[in-house]
């Protein structure tokens, strides 16, 4: 690099050192025509000593006295001399502060982290900085043997040339990124600003180039944007992501009416009961692991283009196959005939997963509902799909789970009625529309009401609404657990008001029914100690119901908060017994006292030699056990005295009465008090 290239690239822009260089040259110039000049006045002086009309005498005039002549010369030859100085020691300093911003911008370009280059207009490097050896691999004399577009990202290299092109017709460059190719054969990415060099005339003839490598900040930026479109679990696209491509599909129909997809919604049964049994992480390996076998699944099915990773943290390419969340996954088939294509994929994909996962030295088997859905309108939209696919996936888990259901437009009235019915749910609970009505519980022997059944029942403006309605929907969304508080109070309040009314002995009693979400409130027992201490309920008198399946499902979950109860000293009932999956190593473990009867057994209980046997086993395991027994549905007067031989203590049902609001229930009470005592006095 020469000297003067070298300058003007240690200045901040193109101008300065120039003008300097200029001033440089012309002080030099000046002086030496200064120079020039004197010596020609000192040989002038001294010639016109010898021409013929200078005479010498001793009254010469002063001028022309050759004494005062040559002290003339010697001071002019001093000023002279003097000056000549002065301009060296001016010109020495110029050229020492260069110098020093020479030794400066040396230092910076070869300990700086950004390479910079020198390049002419034909791409040749006159100087690059030791930062392109350390950065990119390169020697000064292998980057000096080729061009500077050369380790260029051929995809890149048009843009550049067309940039450096812009900077020496414009003046003025712009900040752009581009790839490179490293020494061992990689890309890397730099940033680059190109800064023009102008000549003596003003010309541009170099570029000054400043390229930082921003690699790894490209690679942290893509990877932020890639966490933002995939699941962090188990790699696969979100929700986001399969969207954004399922949106593409549905404008790629509305273009050609020939292309047809559907979109799968997967849903794993069960899922919860891993997470329980075997704790999160199992959980997630699962995850992990049937992601990996759907879209292994869906690619035999040639319906998936792209790569699905075995492994955690690679990058999936294919959006085809997302995570929507939870034990969720979707699945977009493309171009497909028909929506019977759609079923036998989504039989293949369940057929696969039901094959043993290997998780934690476990075989675990799962199952999963799969619900279609297809475009039929030019209007849908992404999110309509994914809902409509869901809407058909509960259809399928309703149905009994393992089964795959196609989207129709009865679903979506379902699931628009279902989602009206939990606005008018919540609404109910704010205006206070819901009721407590009551059944009661006979002892079969004497025919006296002993207790109650509490359940709610919803006064709405058109009349009431029947539980089998809306206790669903209640349950799903949860509203099912402040609903039960108010039954709660509600029932106890009430007890206590007919127990003053109607003393007995024992005295009535109240069975309350709980759900699972109640039992996993983590302040059930002193919300229920408080509603007992409020009403001045013996704790004895309450009777809690939990469904079999809740009971014995998770023997060892549900257990220590039903011994919590059982301290307090409330009753507890298994209802609808018989239609789980009781046996009597898990009824052991529960600490009941009561077990109720399921109605699909009482009925025609004296006709029905099978239903006979299977109440018959109940009772007798019942008291075995030393618990009581309660047949529900208990209808007509034949099913009644059936019971009664089987030795069953207490029944309830539309025999005795159906379901009653409270003043119904008191003249109910005040007639059977009525009929006892008549009776014991007859």
């Known amino acids: 690099m020469d000297q003067q290239s070298f300058q003007q690239v240690s200045s901040s822009s193109p101008e300065p050192i120039p003008i300097e260089m200029r001033r440089i040259e012309s002080s030099e ?11 020609l006045v000192l040989t002038l002086g001294i010639v016109s000593f010898t021409f013929p009309w200078f005479v010498w005498g001793t009254k010469t005039q002063y001028w022309f006295d050759l004494r005062e002549w040559v002290r003339g010369l010697a001071a002019l030859v001093l000023m002279f001399n003097v000056y000549t100085v002065y301009q060296h020691l001016q010109l020495f300093r110029i050229r020492r502060q260069l110098a020093e911003r020479d030794q400066l911008f040396q230092l910076i370009s070869e300990n700086a982290v950004d390479m910079i280059a020198l390049v002419d207009r034909d791409g040749r490097r006159l100087y690059s900085s ?3 050896q350390k950065v990119l691999g390169y020697s000064s004399e292998e980057l000096k043997s080729t061009s500077s577009f050369e380790e260029i990202h051929p995809n890149d290299r048009l843009r550049v040339v067309r940039a450096a092109e812009k900077v020496y017709q414009s003046g003025s460059g ?49 990877l932020v944007v890639y966490n933002a479109f995939h699941d962090g679990l188990t790699n696969l696209p979100n929700r986001a992501l399969f969207l954004d491509r399922l949106q593409h599909a549905l404008t790629l129909s509305k273009r050609n009416s020939n292309y047809k997809f559907a979109v799968l919604l997967v849903d794993v049964d069960e899922f919860k009961v891993v997470n329980d049994s075997l704790g999160h992480t199992a959980g997630d390996d699962l995850l992990i692991k049937i992601g990996q076998r759907l879209g292994a699944s869906v690619r035999r099915n040639d319906t998936v283009t792209g790569a699905i990773s075995d492994t955690p943290y690679t990058p999936v390419n294919d959006p085809s196959l997302a995570r929507l969340g939870g034990d969720e996954f979707a699945i977009l088939l493309e171009d497909i005939q028909d929506p019977i294509g759609a079923v036998r994929i989504a039989n293949r994909v369940q057929k ?30 992404a999110e309509d799909l ?29 699931a628009v009625k279902r989602l009206n019915m939990e606005g008018d749910l919540r609404k109910a609970l704010e205006r206070g529309e819901f009721r407590v009505y009551y059944q009661p519980i006979v002892l079969l022997q004497t025919g006296r009401i002993v207790g109650f059944e509490a359940l709610t029942r919803w006064q709405r403006p058109q009349g009431i609404l029947s539980p089998i309605e809306f206790i669903a929907v209640a349950e799903e969304t949860g509203l099912i657990v402040p609903m039960n508080r108010l039954l709660l109070r509600e029932a106890c309040q009430r007890l206590r008001l007919w127990q003053a009314e109607f003393p007995c002995t024992p005295p009535l009693t109240m069975s309350v029914n709980m759900t699972a979400q109640e039992l996993a409130q983590p302040g059930l027992t002193s919300e229920m100690l408080n509603a007992l201490r409020e009403t001045g309920v013996d704790p004895g008198c309450l009777r809690v119901e939990i469904i079999e399946t809740i009971a014995m499902g998770d023997a060892e979950k549900s257990s220590p908060v039903l011994a919590q109860l059982k301290a307090l000293g409330v009753r507890l009932s298994v209802d609808d017994f018989g239609t789980g999956y009781s046996s009597l190593s898990r009824l052991r473990k529960i600490p009941v006292d009561t077990l109720k009867i399921d109605r699909a057994f009482i009925a025609n209980v004296d006709s029905d030699l099978e239903n006979l046997e299977v109440v018959r086993a109940i009772i007798v395991l019942a008291h075995n056990l030393g618990l009581q027994v309660v047949a529900e549905g208990t209808e007509t007067e034949q099913e009644v005295e059936q019971l009664k031989q089987l030795n069953c203590e207490m029944a309830q049902g539309y025999f005795f009465s159906r379901p009653a609001d409270d003043q119904a229930i008191f003249e109910l009470l005040a007639k059977n008090q009525n009929a006892r005592g008549a009776a014991v006095g007859g």
Request: net charge positive.
């Open 352 to 381: 696969d997963l039901q094959a043993p996962f290997a998780i934690h030295q476990e075989q675990i088997v799962i199952s999963a509902s799969i619900g279609i859905a297809s475009s039929v309108s030019p209007d849908t939209q």
């Open 386 to 414: 994914v809902r409509n696919a869901d809407i058909a996936m509960y259809r399928a888990k309703r149905a009994g789970k393992g089964r795959c259901e196609v989207f129709d437009t009865a679903m979506h009235a379902g």
């Open 29 to 39: 110039w000046w002086l030496w025509g200064f120079a020039v000049a004197v010596m």
């Open 174 to 222: 712009e900040r752009m990124e581009y790839r490179i190719r490293h020494r061992d054969g990689s890309w890397r990415t730099l940033e680059s600003t190109a800064s023009p060099v102008r000549n003596a005339r003003g010309q541009i003839d170099k570029l000054v180039i400043v390229n930082r490598d921003i690699t790894e900040r490209k690679r942290a930026e893509e």
């Open 130 to 132: 030791p930062a392109y």
